[in-house]
């Protein structure tokens, strides 16, 4: 494995994880010593996306990431956090089982992770992802994301009820 800091070839594993899709691992350059991360994916079949116009490209885990790091520009996200969300949202689209998949049911997958991790990114993300042209429409986002927060934490501070045997 070569170093992207050094070029050196001589870089040792020191933690090696099973995530949802593959292997990540930990490694450190024996020249330089910097750390870096590397990720073993199982190769699948392609993954047509089909887009709005209905033309099809083939799915590029590399432009979800890149569009989800646009939203989250200049937020405090880490980049593992979104490797980690476009590898989530990576498996539930090979996990449909299907060789297609609308490029509508991406953005909601996106969107629902970004929602999770960040709402300034979730509402940049939304505002190109759903064509926002006034203003108006930006603000039921912005209502309708903190409905959704306020009902998640109203769910949050419920009591459980005690089950009752019968």
């Known amino acids: 494995m070569k170093c992207p800091f050094c070029d050196a070839s001589n870089a040792r594993v020191i933690d090696t994880r099973e995530v949802s899709d ?3 691992r930990r490694r450190e350059c024996q020249e330089c010593h910097q750390r870096f991360t590397t990720y073993e994916r199982i190769a699948r079949v392609k993954l047509l996306v089909v887009k709005r116009d209905r033309s099809r490209e083939t799915f590029d885990r590399d432009k979800l990431l890149l569009s989800m790091q646009a939203a989250c520009s200049k ?6 956090v979104l490797e980690e969300a476009a590898r989530e949202i990576e498996a539930e689209l090979y996990s449909m089982g299907r060789s297609e998949v609308d490029s509508l049911v991406i953005g909601e997958l996106v969107m629902e992770q970004l929602r999770q991790i960040d709402d300034v990114a979730y509402v940049r993300f939304a505002s190109v992802y759903r064509r926002f042209t006034h203003v108006e429409h930006m603000v039921e986002e912005i209502d309708a994301l903190r409905e959704r927060k306020r009902r998640e934490q109203e769910l949050k501070n ?3 009820l005690p089950l009752q045997e019968g």
């Open 22 to 24: 593959g292997i990540r």
């Open 75 to 80: 937020r405090p996200v880490s980049a593992d």
């Open 158 to 160: 419920q009591i459980p």
